[in-house]
């Protein structure tokens, strides 16, 4: 990535403090980086390390206890909730590491939730969600119930729904956890052209 490649992600200074018990603990403590457009960044750690806090924190689910995020230049970290939601839908595309998938609805129905606020999920956006579910080979899955997929199929799905308003900033929680070798490599390949 060219060092002249604008900031899409920055993290500066970060705290992230916890209520465990009776006490209170830093769970990211003075965390900074720069994350510029079409760069990857891989966040590794053993379980407990603070890796889902952080991307929570730099997607503007969570709010830092001190010090700033910011997407595109915006301070997210400093928004009130409702600003903070836009932006996150706007920008910010998110695989949860439990795939968030809404059980009761179809797959293009889970893949539409994040046009729903801004009355996206129209045929125009059904077109992107079809698109995305193509790209990442569950298209024939479209209208079948989340209940009935595989945990391989549910993770392309929650990721369909994560690039469908191809967002400028892509956090993922885990994603190649429930992959087979194979279907891990392919996922990764599409990242990277992403």
Do not use: W
Not at 75 to 101: M, N, T, W
Not at 124 to 150: D, I, M, N, Y
Not at 165 to 188: F, I, K, M, W
Request: glycine share 10%.
């Amino acid at each position: 990535v060219p060092a002249q490649a604008a900031a899409v992600l920055e993290a500066l200074d970060v705290t992230k403090r916890v209520k465990d018990g009776a006490t209170r603990r830093d769970v990211l403590c003075g965390v900074s980086l720069t994350v510029r457009a079409g760069e990857i960044v891989v966040v590794t750690g053993p379980s407990g390390s603070g890796k889902t806090t952080l991307l929570g924190v730099l997607g503007g689910m969570l709010l830092p206890t001190s010090g700033e995020v910011r997407i595109d230049g915006e301070a997210v970290s400093r928004l009130r909730d409702q600003h903070r939601a836009e932006v996150r839908r706007k920008k910010v595309g998110y695989l949860f590491q439990d795939f968030a998938l809404v059980e009761g609805m179809s797959v293009l129905d889970n893949v539409l939730l994040p046009m729903v606020p801004d009355g996206l999920a129209d045929a125009a956006g059904t077109k992107l969600a079809e698109a995305a579910l193509a790209r990442l080979g569950v298209a024939e899955r479209a209208h079948s119930p989340v209940s009935v997929l595989s945990g391989g199929e549910r993770q392309r799905v929650a990721l369909a729904r994560a690039l469908v308003r191809d967002p400028r900033v892509l956090l993922l929680d885990e994603p190649t956890a429930h992959l087979d070798g194979s279907r891990a490599t392919a996922l990764l390949d599409d990242l990277a052209a992403i």
